[in-house]
């Protein structure tokens, strides 16, 4: 018989489930998670609710999913931030990016939700908040492969660590697909670690996400439903949406290298040369 893993070697479970109440909707950090960059949370604030908290010895950035905030950064206040009902609205979001060693303090004008992607940082930049207009959006893939792209951070806009994008994919079709990864260091891939944090378009769909290694020592097929987030420490992860619900994930990266360099599943990348 083989032996099982102990619990102190144990992988953590790569799907973190959202939480149907309370404040706190998940809240993932690189010690639950087994790794060393990436933390993440998001929050649901009723009106009038505020959280308070510091960066610590981290990078932040707040992005705005829905609802309308104030966030305070030290003595900066930064007003009525967030211009969209869902994730699902036709419109990118409000986001702020915050530098270690500060204070932060969201206040919610109405009923808000909110995602906190982290990860370490000197403090070389200043706090800012990043314009829905600022934000390039995009097209990727073709046929039941397109997705809508709303880049909030990405490599070529300041920070020093993390990379923040969101991702609609339409009912009926896949996405982070051809499989790709992003978890070797070199000029051709950088070693990103990631999580998904998903939405479904109705709430009560679910979606179907895969994390697997070319030696399949990694190797998971979840299904995904509303507000659930999975872990991407390495390895190929495409997601697919099935027919009647539209699926949304924010993506929080960061590694080593701030750059988004990634491979194809060469089984798969055929599909790329039609």
Same mark, same amino acid.
Request: aromatic content about 8%; glycine content about 8%.
């Given at each position: ?13 790569? #799907? ?6 309370? =404040? ?9 998670? $087994?790794?060393?960059?990436? +933390?993440?949370?998001?929050? =649901? ?10 960066? +610590?010895? !981290?990078?932040?950035?707040?992005? &705005? ?5 104030? @966030?305070?950064?030290?003595? /900066? ?13 036709? %419109? ?10 500060r204070e932060v303090r969201i206040d919610a004008r +109405?009923?808000? /939700?909110?995602?906190l992607s982290t990860a370490p940082a000197q403090g070389?930049?200043?706090?800012? &908040? ?6 390039? =959006? ?25 990379? @923040?994008?969101? @991702?609609?994919?339409?009912? +009926?079709?896949?996405?982070s697909y051809p499989p790709h990864k992003h978890d070797?260091?070199?000029? *051709? ?9 998903? %939405?479904?378009?109705?709430? %009560? ?5 895969? @994390?697997?290694?070319?030696? !399949?020592?990694?190797? /998971?097929?979840?299904? &995904?439903?509303?507000?659930?987030? &999975? #872990?991407?420490?390495? $390895?190929?992860?495409?997601? *697919? ?16 290298? =701030? !750059? ?8 798969? /990348? ?5």
């Amino acid at each position: 018989m083989q032996d099982r893993p102990s619990v102190a070697n144990a992988r953590p479970n790569l #799907l973190v489930k959202g939480q149907a109440a309370g =404040r706190v909707i998940v809240d993932i950090t690189p010690q639950s998670a $087994g790794w060393t960059h990436v +933390g993440f949370k998001a929050l =649901r604030l009723d009106a009038g609710e505020a959280e308070s908290f510091a960066t +610590g010895a !981290r990078e932040l950035c707040v992005t &705005v999913l829905s609802g309308q905030v104030d @966030v305070h950064v030290g003595d /900066e206040r930064y007003s009525a931030l967030g211009s969209r009902q869902s994730v699902f609205d036709d %419109q990118s979001p409000y986001a702020v990016y915050v530098p270690p060693g500060r204070e932060v303090r969201i206040d919610a004008r +109405g009923a808000a /939700e909110v995602a906190l992607s982290t990860a370490p940082a000197q403090g070389r930049l200043p706090a800012r &908040v990043i314009e829905p207009g600022q934000m390039r =959006r995009s097209v990727r893939g073709e046929g039941a492969n397109t997705r809508y792209v709303c880049d909030i951070l990405p490599e070529s806009e300041p920070a020093e660590g993390l990379l @923040v994008v969101e @991702v609609i994919t339409p009912s +009926g079709h896949s996405s982070s697909y051809p499989p790709h990864k992003h978890d070797s260091a070199g000029a *051709a891939e950088t070693a990103l670690e990631e999580t998904y944090y998903h %939405q479904l378009n109705p709430a %009560q769909g679910f979606a179907f996400q895969r @994390v697997y290694t070319d030696d !399949r020592s990694l190797d /998971e097929a979840m299904a &995904v439903e509303h507000r659930d987030t &999975v #872990l991407v420490p390495r $390895g190929y992860h495409p997601c *697919a949406a099935p027919y009647g619900y539209d699926l949304y994930y924010l993506n929080t990266m960061a590694g080593p290298e =701030r !750059r988004w360099a990634f491979r194809n599943d060469p089984a798969h /990348e055929w599909m790329l040369a039609r």
